[in-house]
């Protein structure tokens, strides 16, 4: 008999990645494609929908290709996405300009004004933060501008949407990807009104929102033989991103909080019902029909790095750069670092937001600026953390996955940070693996989204030092005061 393998088609805002795993998680092949932002203008970040829907076609078509149909057989594709994405598109589903990803912050303004007037009770409702992130303020941007694609549009769409309606002829979005427009009314699963009426749509210019293992219909014929799709193969419409770096992770169960960190980060956790966090500091976005995933996103990852390096005109590669931090005591040695290089999400949720060393003296070095590049980064999620944990209590267990975790520096420091034993796992394809488990559980090939975790990859822990933890509890508290001492300036700058 033929094993039975599972694709995750993991769709970020850097690449698109094709990953093909066995029923236990255990990695067959890899495909990606990198796709291309581009910035017309300050603060502005688009992508070309069509040049990222080519990349899809082709890390599928190259991972089907390389699969031994003698022995193996491919079962199903679930689907994983990049949130907060927005392109307008025509009645034939056709984009009428490029895609406004994440990071585009062309609403600040609106973002800005909207929080002020009506922003506690909006999130109150979505659960997502107000922020020129969403397609909520992007589309009130849109409005107040007059913007032509915005005006001439039949539908607005996710590029998960768009995906799916272009591979399968449907117009149908999961739980996840509607929580992240912002105008998702989470506690009760249906688009909220007023925030649709504030953006200018109707509900009947957006998806029908549909559960995780939602099973979507035959590829179009054309497209079908040009991945030469093996007959029989089902196509799951999966989940967002975040959530799915939880459930590959196996981080599905309250308590159990993943932290994915590459080029930005997040911590998050799974959490039945729809708890909103009064202060606005974290978000809650749905999963499934009966639970929701908590959290904090942060601008602020391993950019940060890439940054400072380019700065300091550093002439070797992360690896070396960090290693000359390893010999730096906790603490670097009095100096203190803010990482909002790139605006901040949570949990300042502030696009103004700059990044800030202090404590330079004469005597510091490269080595103990680079040690404070990382604990920075590191003290943002812890706080981020600290806000999670007024609605989800202390964690049981972490793990963490993404790019930066692949520093055992880091990591360590971290661990120190957090005062908390972490788990990461030999391969990095957690989201993918997530898309592909959630394939498994809709066509009946694995039970449960908690039974993930008997069929994880093998897990590498790492030890929080307990004395450097006391230590980074003092550090914290100046790293704390120091940003509640700038905030009333990035407004200024």
């Known amino acids: 008999m033929k094993e ?23 990695l067959i092949t890899e495909a990606e494609e990198l ?16 040049e990222v829907e080519a990349a899809a076609r082709k890390v599928m078509k190259q991972v089907i290709g390389s699969v031994d149909e003698s022995n193996y057989e491919l079962v199903a594709t679930g689907f994983c996405t990049a949130m907060h994405s927005l392109i ?58 007059k913007d032509s694609a915005y005006e ?11 995906l799916v309606y272009h591979w399968f002829g449907e117009r149908v979005i999961d739980y996840a990807m509607a929580s992240s427009t912002g105008f998702f009314d989470v506690s009760n699963r249906v688009w909220d009104a007023e ?69 930005s980060g997040a911590i998050r956790q799974f959490v039945e019902g729809a708890p909103i966090n009064e202060k606005m500091e974290t978000f809650t976005y749905a999963f499934s ?16 790095l890439q940054w400072f390096k380019d700065v300091i005109k550093f002439p070797g590669d992360y690896t070396e750069l960090i290693e000359e931090a390893k010999d730096v005591p906790a603490g670097a040695n009095g100096i203190l670092f803010l990482p909002y290089v790139n605006g901040e999400r949570a949990p300042l949720w502030n696009q103004q937001a700059s990044g800030n060393f202090y404590g330079l003296q004469v005597e510091h070095t490269r080595a103990e600026m680079t040690r404070a590049v990382l604990e920075g980064i590191a003290f943002n999620i812890y706080q981020i953390n600290r806000s999670l944990e007024t609605l989800a209590g202390k964690p049981k267990k972490v793990t963490v996955n993404g790019g930066l975790t692949r520093s055992s520096i880091w990591v360590q420091i971290l661990a120190d940070i957090l005062g908390e034993d972490l788990y990461f796992s030999e391969t990095h394809h957690n989201a993918a693996w997530g898309a592909a488990w959630v394939a498994l559980v809709a066509i009946g090939e694995a039970s449960s989204f908690r039974a993930i975790k008997e069929n994880l990859p093998g897990e590498i822990k790492i030890t929080s030092n307990k004395q450097n933890h006391e230590l980074y509890q003092k550090v914290y508290q100046r790293y704390e005061k120091l940003g509640q001492a700038v905030t009333a300036l990035f407004d200024e700058i």
């Not at 001439?152 to 768009?162: D, H, R, W």
């Not at 979507?216 to 975040?242: M, N, Q, T, Y």
């Open 289 to 304: 029909k009966d639970t929701s995933i908590i959290g904090g996103p942060t601008n602020n990852g391993g950019i940060v």
């Open 152 to 162: 001439q549009a039949t539908y607005f769409m996710t590029m998960k949407e768009y």
């Open 4 to 26: 039975k393998l599972v694709i995750g088609l993991d769709i970020g805002t850097t690449s698109a990645k094709a990953v093909v795993f066995d029923k236990k998680g255990k």
């Open 195 to 263: 925030a649709l009426e504030l953006a200018g749509i109707t509900e009947s210019q957006l998806a029908d929102v549909v559960e995780p293992t939602w099973e979507l219909s035959e590829l179009v014929p054309e497209l079908k033989d040009a991945l030469d799709v093996p007959d029989g193969h089902r196509f799951i419409i999966g989940s967002a991103d975040g959530q799915l770096a939880n459930l590959g992770s196996g981080a599905t169960s309250t308590g159990e909080v993943n932290i994915s960190v590459g080029t």
């Open 88 to 145: 307008c598109v025509d009645e034939k589903g056709e984009p009428l300009s490029n895609m406004l990803i994440w990071s585009d912050g062309r609403a600040n303004a609106q973002a800005e004004r909207l929080e002020a007037e009506k922003g506690k009770e909006i999130f109150s409702r979505t659960g997502t933060p107000i922020h020129p992130m969403t397609p909520l303020t992007k589309l009130i941007w849109m409005r107040e501008n």
């Open 35 to 50: 796709v291309t932002t581009y910035y017309p203008k300050q603060g502005y970040a688009e992508q070309d929908p069509k």
